[in-house]
Structure formats: structure tokens, C-alpha cells
């Protein structure tokens, strides 16, 4: 059998009842909450990562400089991974029991468990040469392993529907997903791992970081078995398709605007919530002195997402889903601009303004954050419609690539930022009163910036608005309907 042509796997096909044709079960809600679970699975070991900077320079007081400059080496390296990883599953025709993509899930899974844990060992006595072995070493083998698991669990996004609602559903429940991920470990992470002098215990996060491994695992296993997919993994777009072609892959990938557009904006969030996060917990300890109530802040941000996951899917109908983005875009830049300008003094009055900054930031961010995954599923059948070739993992795995990189860019460059305006990591919890007034400023200017820089990829790049959208699903139901009444008659 050829796999191009291959059915879907039998584990999602169910036989009508007369016996003679396999019949897909319908979409719905099990769908959206299997999906999501995947995403608070990819969480599960990712939410400790913001922690990384303040256990390494705190706890195992490695340089700040030298953290930055390994950071950024172990980060290229994760950026140039996800792509490897894509091309490599869109090349693989072999045929698997769970198919293709869950398999890839299942085995990053596994490896999540000690890989996560293994970011954290807390020995901070042990020679200098050693720490950043155990820390290049376990950032790698950790990445390795998220990334076989979360580049396939993207870009299966793809083929759990072909229905646009559907899709925008799974956005935004994959979103939930990691909301829900996020809260239990913003609340419960600073509770647990800072002590009454907002000191970091590091032995309790490498126990933290093994047992959010172990509950990752478990929601990436309800999600493999209770997903299921409805287009085929080996979809086979025409007869004359060109052999795969890594280089044309990248090509399409860097002129497909709508790629490019949604993954700048998303590289925009990115910079703000991971390269502020050393510079806000620096703030909750030295400038409101109290690490363990950025917690609560943190869910306060959540609470507009949840709050639009309702009405997602039919905003997305009335207005679009870059319409909706680029609105939310701009209430991102205002609330950022009032974090910046307002007198965030440091008492509790303070806290309370910039919690109400932060949620109205949350408020704009937490609409693009519902549909951004729908929009670069918009992206893949972007592909091709302009170039007639499906190349989910290789276009997923680009746009998880720079997402990376200002992942990586963004924590180093802060951190340089940081030891610039006075930051000591020896001080722990205790920065100096200059010092703590320079992270004030600091993360509101990270913000800022990096909501124009979504409000300029939404606007101007992103060019899938309501109406090229609806053309464009047109004409690739009709091309595809031309082509399996073609291959029907041979």
C-alpha cells in the first residue's frame, strides 16, 4: 500500500452500518478537552522554565553573564531542533500502530519525565566546570524530548479537522489547556519553592520539576488515546507532487505571510512573558518584597482567557480572527503604557495597579493567545493553497523555531539588561532599593515593547483576514475535491 494514500488510522475510523465505508466520528467537545490536555501535558514540564535564571544565578550562583551566554548557545541548539524534528516526521512514510504523530508524542512523554527533572539538580557546591555540564547536558536532553513531543502535537492541529470552527475550538482549547497548566503552577510554583526571606529553594524545585513530569505524562497519554484524527496523516495532495525538498520547505515558509505574520507576534509575547520573567520575580522580591504573591498576580492575568473561551469561536465568525487579534493587540500597547507611566509605588497599593495593568494586558493578549494556533493552522493550508504542498511539521516546526529563539534571545538579553542596571545574584532576594526601582521600569518597558511589536506582525504582516480567508478555504475545497474524483476514476 502506498503510504501516501494510506487510510487514517483504524483507531479513528468506525464502519457505517451498512459495513462498506469507514465513517469519522463526529467532532466534539471530547475533542477540544483531549487536545487541551496535550498542551497542559507540554506545561507540565515547561511552566519551570521561567525558573531556570533565578535557579541557576540564585540558588546554584552560577555568573549571570555566563548563564546568559549558555542560555543563548543551548537555545540556538533548541530553535535548530525543532525544525530537524519536523522535517524528519513530514518525511516519515512509516506506518505506525498509534500512527505517525501520536508515536512521537508517546516517546517524548516518556522521556519528559527525567529529562525535565534533570534541568534542576540542585548541587550548588559542585565545581564551577561541572554545573555547566549538568546544565548544558540536561537543557538539551530536556529539549530533545519536548520537542519530539510538542512539534508533532502542534501540528496534528491539522488533521484532528479541516473544519475552520472546529479548528478555532481547538485553539483555543489547546489554550485552556496550558491555562490551566499555568495556573496550577504559577499559584503553586512560588508558594512552594521561595521562603519567608523570598529565597529560592532549589532541592524542592528538582522534586517539583520530577513530579510535574509524571503528570505531564498522564495528560499526554489521555490525549493520545482519546484524540481522534480526521484527515489523513499522509495526505497526498496530487499525483505530481515534488519530492520533499527541505530548502523549498523554508523558502515557503519565509514567504508565506500569514507563517511569518503570526509567528512574529507570537515571537513578540514570547519576549515579554519569558524575558521579563528573571526581571518580575526580581521585582516581587526586592521591589514589593514578596516572591510568593506573584503567584496569585499570575492567575489574576489567566482570568480574561477563560472568560473569552466561550465566545471564541463565535467572534471568530462575526469578525475574524485577525480582526479580533489586531483589537486585542492594541488594548495589549494601552495596559503596557500604564504599566510603564502609572506611579507603581511598592506597597500594596502598587501591587494592586500593576495586577490591574497585567489584566487588562491579559485581556487583549488572551484573544490572539485563543486563536494563534488556529492561525498558523490557517497558515499550513496557506501553504498550500500558493504552493499546492502540505508540509504541516515543517511549517510548525519554523514558526516553533523562532518562537525559540526569542524564548532564548529574550531571557539573555534581559539578564545582560539586568547585570547592566545593577543586578547581583549573590543578593539573592535581597536587591539593592536602586536596583529593585530598575526592574519597576525594566518590565514595563519589556511589555510595551513587546506589544508593538504583536500589534505591527497582527496589522501589517498577518494578511488572512476575514474575507482571504473564506476565499481561500473555497478554492482549496474545490482543488481537492478535483482531485479525489480524479483518483476515484483511476
Known sequence: MDPNTAPMQGENLQ???????????????LDNIAYAAGDFGCNMSFALKGTLVIFWTQFMQMDSILY?????????????????????IDADRRQYRLGKFKTYI????????IAGALCFVPIPNAPAMAKNIIFIAGYV???????????????????????????ASLSAWRSIGAL??????????????????????????????????????FAFQFMIKKTVLRVDEYVKVSE????????????????????????????????????????????????????QVSGIVSLFQMLPMLLFTPFIRKGVKRFGKKELSVVGAIVC????????????????????????????????????????????????????????????????????????????????????IMVAVGYVEADRGNQTAQVAM????????????????????????????????AQMESELEARRGAASSSQSSE
Open 15 to 29: 464502519q457505517d452500518s451498512a459495513g462498506s465505508a469507514p465513517a469519522v466520528k463526529k467532532f466534539g467537545m
Open 68 to 88: 546568559a551566554g549558555l542560555l543563548l548557545i543551548v537555545q540556538i541548539w533548541d530553535a535548530i531542533n525543532d525544525p530537524l524534528v519536523g522535517v524528519f
Open 106 to 113: 508517546l516517546i517524548g512523554s516518556i522521556g519528559l519525565i
Open 141 to 167: 536532553l530536556w529539549d530533545a524530548f519536548y520537542t519530539i513531543a510538542n512539534v508533532p502535537y502542534g501540528s496534528m492541529l491539522n488533521l484532528i479537522s479541516a473544519d475552520p470552527g472546529d479548528r
Open 180 to 217: 490551566v497548566g499555568n495556573i496550577l503552577t504559577m499559584v503553586l510554583i512560588p508558594i512552594i519553592i521561595y521562603d519567608s526571606d523570598n529565597n529560592i529553594r532549589g532541592v524542592r524545585v528538582f522534586f517539583l520539576a520530577l513530579v510535574m513530569g509524571i503528570i505531564g505524562f
Open 240 to 291: 505530481d507532487r515534488p519530492k520533499f525538498n527541505i530548502f523549498t520547505a523554508m523558502k515557503n515558509f519565509l514567504t508565506n505571510r500569514p507563517a511569518v505574520g503570526a509567528t512574529l507576534a507570537v515571537m513578540g509575547m514570547f519576549l515579554g512573558m519569558q524575558g521579563a520573567a528573571a526581571a518580575v520575580t526580581v521585582l516581587f522580591q526586592s521591589y514589593f518584597k514578596n516572591a
Open 333 to 416: 500597547v494601552i495596559a503596557c503604557a500604564g504599566l510603564l507611566i502609572l506611579p507603581i509605588t511598592p506597597d500594596s497599593k502598587g501591587i494592586a495597579m500593576y495586577t490591574v495593568c497585567q489584566l487588562i494586558n491579559s485581556l487583549g493578549m488572551g484573544i490572539f493567545s485563543l486563536v494563534s494556533w488556529s492561525m498558523m493552522a490557517d497558515a499550513i493550508d496557506y501553504n498550500e493553497w500558493k504552493h499546492n504542498t502540505r508540509e504541516e511539521g515543517t511549517i510548525y516546526s519554523l514558526h516553533s523555531f523562532f518562537r525559540k529563539l526569542a524564548q532564548g534571545f529574550g531571557p539573555s538579553i534581559v539578564l545582560v
Open 438 to 469: 530598575n526592574m519597576r521600569y525594566l518590565v514595563a518597558a519589556l511589555y510595551l515593547a513587546t506589544a508593538l511589536i504583536q500589534l505591527a506582525a497582527l496589522a501589517l504582516v498577518y494578511n488572512l483576514d476575514k474575507t482571504t480567508l
